[in-house]
């Protein structure tokens, strides 16, 4: 069966740091990976990765993918309170969207 | 709408008795996914409905839980005889093929 397992389960820091978030994954066939940012209520998109080696950036955000060594990392530089969130990781396989459990960052003023 | 919908927004019920939890896809979307979360837990895939397609209902945690998608748009969620560990907020998301998920707000359902 497909794994995701994601790392560090939980993280601390304070404003201005710079976070690494793993994900990584154990798969059979394999589509695309996704992170989403998930605050109060419902996940929102962030990334897809599809390519290997082809980072993905949104301002302080950026992601990606190595194929070879079955994982990705979701890089947050200068962090702010407002990235407080679970990030979770989904890999798109076929048709099956399975998540890992998560990362819980929280940002200290 | 322009999002997916979902009602209704918190539900709660006595023990025992049947639910009904409702998802409007957004228009267009084939694929339409059920996930559950329990507080402070990650999301727990149930069931998705893909196009005219037999859905996949492997992550369904037993036989109280059903799902239809009606005309391959709209969606309900039936969970029978509820007990307490039913208890979760439950999310339905939809996207187009091989795009990322759009999620509803959710239901909040709590079992007394």
């Known amino acids: 069966e497909d794994k995701v397992v994601q790392s560090p389960l939980s993280l601390v820091v304070h404003e201005g740091d710079t976070v690494t978030l793993n994900c990584s994954y154990e798969?059979?066939?394999?589509?695309?990976l996704l992170w989403y940012k998930q605050e109060k209520k419902a996940p929102t998109f962030l990334f897809m990765l599809?390519?290997?080696?082809i980072e993905k950036k949104s301002g302080r955000l950026s992601s990606i993918l190595d194929k070879k060594e079955l994982f990705s990392i979701l890089n947050i530089t200068a962090t702010q309170t407002g990235d407080s969130a679970v990030y979770l990781c989904?890999?798109?396989?076929?048709?099956?969207?399975?998540f890992g459990a998560g990362t819980r960052l929280t940002v200290k003023p | 709408g322009a999002g997916v919908s979902q009602s209704p927004s918190n539900k709660v019920t006595e023990k025992g008795k049947d639910v009904e939890l409702r998802c409007d896809p957004i228009s267009g979307h084939t694929a339409l996914y059920w996930y559950r979360q329990s507080l402070g837990q990650g999301l727990e895939f149930l069931i998705y409905?893909?196009?005219?397609?037999?859905?996949?209902k492997s992550g369904l945690p037993s036989d109280r839980f059903s799902a239809e998608r009606t005309g391959g748009s709209v969606s309900t969620l039936t969970i029978q005889r509820t007990q307490q560990e039913d208890s979760a907020v439950y999310l339905c998301?939809?996207?187009?093929?091989?795009?990322?998920?759009?999620f509803g707000p959710g239901t909040r359902l709590t079992v007394l």
């Open positions: 798969v059979t066939n394999f589509r695309s």
């Open positions: 989904d890999l798109y396989n076929n048709n099956d969207m399975r």
């Open positions: 599809t390519s290997s080696g």
């Open positions: 409905f893909q196009g005219n397609s037999a859905p996949d």
């Open positions: 998301a939809s996207r187009r093929e091989r795009a990322p998920l759009f």
